[in-house]
């Protein structure tokens, strides 16, 4: 079992920065690969990055890439989001979540475990 807390959400202008992190129970966080995933009202859940279990590879949905890092820190349980030249349509609820395999990262239904997701709000 996995319990996962995300953290660090928040009102931020567009053009700004939040990071966000995402601590995990247990002591198997190693053995996970680690997603964030995004809600916004009135839409799906979408992929927005996945690490494997080293943090030596990572996936970025294109609307993201090059503005947001994931990385992780296997010592302390955690995996982060960097979230920088934020813009309006980034504005959702955000989710972490655990994995057993890294193929199809982003897909939700690999997915074992869910946060209970951080409010990110971007105002233009």
């Known amino acids: 079992q996995v319990q996962l807390v995300e953290s660090g959400g928040g009102l931020v202008q567009a053009g700004g920065f939040l990071r966000l992190s995402c601590a995990a129970s247990?002591?198997?966080?190693?053995?996970?690969?680690m997603g964030w995933f995004r809600q916004a009202p009135g839409k799906e859940r979408e992929f927005v990055a996945g690490?494997?279990?080293?943090?030596?590879?990572?996936l970025y949905a294109d609307s993201v890439k090059g503005r947001f890092t994931i990385s992780r820190d296997n010592a302390k349980n955690t995996v982060y989001m960097q979230m920088n030249s934020l813009k309006s349509e980034d504005t959702a609820v955000y989710y972490c979540?655990?994995?057993?395999?890294?193929?199809?990262?982003?897909?939700?239904?690999?997915?074992?475990?869910w946060g209970q997701g951080t409010q990110v709000t971007v105002s233009s």
């Open positions: 690490i494997n279990r080293s943090g030596g590879g990572t």
């Open positions: 979540a655990a994995a057993a395999t890294y193929s199809s990262v982003s897909i939700p239904t690999v997915y074992d475990y």
């Open positions: 247990g002591r198997t966080f190693s053995s996970y690969a």
